[in-house]
């Protein structure tokens, strides 16, 4: 697992939000939030499953905010829901291991799927160096996805807010389906590939308004 560099209170806060997500990931990977149900509760809509986790609904979904980020060069950059359109709204730092992993499977849906699904890959990396994200992407073969900047958390802080709703997102990876009227409709936390059959059906599902 990568680590970073920089020393004094920016390296303790990384360290604190890197604890605080490693503690609760099992969390989200194990239990249901409030306001959630499993995907086999959801009754005729498919479910996604991968090896460890499978994609759960928010009883109710939340609409998705809108909200104005930076982009990988530090513009800033307005995150929203597109209309009629799916959206995947993934989150990832360059600390996590399993997104070195993930973020590869995102940029390959974001090349095959880009004309159908809006995709967007959140950084929670708090205040990367110049030049750090655009050589983490490089160095995985990320060339195409949409990039976002969140350092100050401002999707995730706040949880139990509605205007915060991305509350799985204490465990990295981690990627939200916003349906084409701009719900939230669930998550799937870990290394998710969604050009795999169920992972497509339920895409398809929400395309055809599910």
């Keep these: 697992m990568a680590e970073p560099s920089d020393r004094g209170a920016t390296s303790g806060r990384i360290m ?15 239990t249901r939030l409030p306001g959630t149900a499993a995907a086999a509760d959801a009754g005729e809509v498919p479910s996604f499953r ?8 928010l009883e109710p979904a939340w609409p998705m905010p809108s909200v104005l980020l930076s982009d990988a060069a530090g513009r800033p950059a307005r995150l929203s829901a597109p209309k009629g359109r799916v959206m995947l709204v993934n989150f990832w730092a360059s600390w996590c291991a399993a997104c070195r ?3 590869p499977l995102l940029e390959r849906f974001h090349r095959v799927m880009g ?5 967007a890959a959140v950084s929670m990396d708090p205040h990367p160096r110049q030049g ?3 050589a983490y992407l490089a160095s995985n073969g990320v060339s195409s996805l949409p990039i976002f900047l969140d350092p100050e958390g401002s999707l995730t802080a706040a949880p139990t807010s509605a205007a915060h709703p991305f ?3 204490t465990g990295l990876p981690v990627t939200y389906l916003v349906t084409p009227d701009g719900q939230i409709a669930g998550y799937i936390a870990g290394v998710s590939d969604w050009l795999q059959d169920d992972a497509q059906h339920l895409i398809a599902q929400f395309e055809h308004g599910a």
């Design 16 to 30: 604190d939000r890197r604890g605080a997500m490693k503690a609760m990931a099992g969390f989200v990977a194990g």
């Design 50 to 57: 991968t090896v460890r986790h499978q994609f759960v609904f």
């Design 101 to 103: 992993l993930d973020l």
């Design 115 to 119: 004309d159908r699904v809006t995709v």
């Design 132 to 134: 750090m994200i655009a």
């Design 167 to 169: 509350a799985a997102a």
